[in-house]
């Protein structure tokens, strides 16, 4: 069947500007991450959403970071005012956790390369 | 707050060798470890998942350990190949007040030269 996918694979922006960042789970996978990935940052977490709800939201960096889910599929990670530290590859992640969460890998997307100039 | 170290950060090897990469955790209190690799440009791709309850996983050439007591893993390649090279993330699920999230190593960088 078909895995997570993400749109767009790619996004050039200027600074302040809003982008909006969109992520197709896997059908039937009720847990989603975001992730960042950047240069000297490594892979960091950012929100978590089990159904439509977000359970945690710890790793947001400012309020200029929201996310949204809707039907319980489809989420958009929303960063306003975009600033050049916002420039990275956004990962998201999806998981079947009805399983017992120890037994529940994240199947990840190819990512969004984010450029803030 | 977990924390999750690779070592080494990069290695290079001639096709053929067995290798092991390192993985330590500093909050013990994990549900599962996931081993990952990630080729330039690409997502990632789930090698091997090792729950909290276990000690090793296996999947062809690959073979991981867990010692959650000690906060340590390592990711066993059996006679490397040159498709091989790629980043290998260890990820720990857990540890603190997290549910689902994972927290990332900084990756070990494979080159596996013909």
């Known amino acids: 069947g078909a895995g997570v996918s993400q749109s767009p694979s790619n996004k050039v922006t200027e600074k302040g500007k809003d982008v909006e960042l969109r992520c197709d789970p896997i059908?039937?996978?009720?847990?989603l991450y975001w992730y960042r990935q950047s240069l000297g940052q490594g892979l960091e977490f950012l929100i978590y959403?089990?159904?439509?709800?977000?359970?945690?939201k710890s790793g947001l960096p400012s309020d200029r970071f929201s996310a949204e889910r809707t039907g319980g599929s489809v989420s958009t990670l929303t960063i306003q005012r975009t600033q050049q530290e916002d420039s990275a590859v956004y990962l998201c992640?999806?998981?079947?956790?009805?399983?017992?969460?120890?037994?529940?890998?994240?199947?990840f997307g190819p990512g969004t390369r984010l450029t803030v100039l | 707050k977990q924390e999750v170290t690779q070592i080494p950060a990069a290695l290079s090897v001639p096709e053929g060798e067995n290798l092991v990469l390192n993985c330590s955790f500093t909050?013990?209190?994990?549900?599962?470890l996931q081993w990952f690799r990630q080729d330039p440009g690409k997502g990632l791709t789930s090698l091997l998942l090792?729950?909290?309850?276990?000690r090793e996983q296996t999947s062809g050439r690959l073979n991981a350990s867990l010692d959650k007591s000690s906060g340590r893993s390592t990711l066993y390649i059996a006679a490397s190949q040159p498709g091989d090279s790629a980043t290998y993330l260890c990820?720990?699920?857990?540890?603190?007040?997290?549910?689902?999230?994972?927290?990332f190593g900084q990756g070990t960088i494979l080159t596996v030269h013909p």
């Open positions: 992640a999806s998981s079947p956790i009805g399983l017992a969460r120890a037994q529940s890998k994240q199947f």
């Open positions: 059908s039937g996978h009720t847990a």
């Open positions: 959403f089990q159904g439509n709800s977000a359970p945690d």
């Open positions: 909050d013990s209190a994990i549900y599962n």
């Open positions: 090792i729950q909290s309850s276990q």
């Open positions: 990820a720990v699920g857990g540890g603190g007040t997290s549910y689902g999230k994972l927290t």
